[in-house]
């Protein structure tokens, strides 16, 4: 069965700096997606961004980008000049046929 | 983006009582929506999988005849606690895919149901 580790239960970051986020993951499949969702106090999940394993540029989205490492099964997110609304829980996911979350990272920004 | 909701936002019901919970996929049509349970500060746990038409795939461990699941049409799945009690509280959150069988591809999240056994 497909694992995923994010092995930071709580992260902060200085508003304005850089942070990343790891994730780790186990499969035997050579493709699927991964995505990093975001839910913040209102308990929305939100998707922040997505990476297909087929593709070897990392996927970026504004201040967000990812480390994509196929090969170590390594899926860290970067958020740059952070902000006080990124704070929230992030969730690492992998999409075989169905997806499977990490167990979460708080991420608070400081003012 | 597509837009799921979910009703009610928050329940509370005495125990033995049944609770339905609906998850909507408002413009567009979902083949397959997904119920999960989360915890306080914990992740989301895949309860199910609702394809319409046909049976709700179960996660080992979720006993079928406590939650049931109807995906009666391509725009609405429910989920009943039945017989609800003080453990079966949680938060509930529903999604769905724009995709079939295979890739879940991006899922679309409804707001999350807040049930409360008494």
């Known amino acids: 069965a497909q694992t995923v580790t994010q092995s930071q239960p709580e992260m902060s970051v200085q508003e304005a700096e850089t942070v990343t986020l790891s994730c780790t993951y186990d499969t035997s499949e050579s493709d699927y997606y991964l995505f990093w969702y975001k839910q913040p106090p209102s308990r929305q999940m939100i998707l922040v961004i997505r990476q297909e394993a087929y593709k070897q540029q990392n996927a970026t989205e504004n201040r967000f980008s990812v480390n994509f490492q196929k090969a170590a099964k390594s899926f860290s997110l970067k958020i740059s000049d952070s902000q006080l609304g990124d704070a929230a829980m992030y969730f690492c996911a992998y999409d075989g046929n169905k997806l499977v979350f990490g167990a979460g990272t708080i991420l608070r920004v400081k003012s | 983006g597509a837009v799921v909701s979910q009703h009610p936002s928050w329940v509370i019901c005495k125990s033995g009582t049944s609770v339905k919970i609906e998850c909507r996929s408002l413009?567009?049509?979902?083949?397959?929506m997904f119920w999960y349970r989360q915890f306080p500060k914990q992740s989301l746990m895949l309860m199910a999988t609702s394809n319409e038409g046909s049976k709700a795939t179960y996660e080992q461990g979720v006993e079928k005849d406590k939650f049931l699941i109807n995906h009666a049409s391509l725009t609405l799945s429910t989920l009943t606690v039945t017989s609800a009690h003080p453990e079966d509280s949680s938060f509930y959150i529903c999604?769905?895919?724009?995709?079939?069988?295979?890739?879940?591809?991006?899922?679309?999240f409804g707001e999350g149901s807040r049930l409360t056994v008494l």
């Open positions: 413009d567009f049509q979902a083949t397959t």
């Open positions: 999604s769905a895919s724009l995709l079939g069988s295979g890739f879940t591809g991006e899922l679309f």
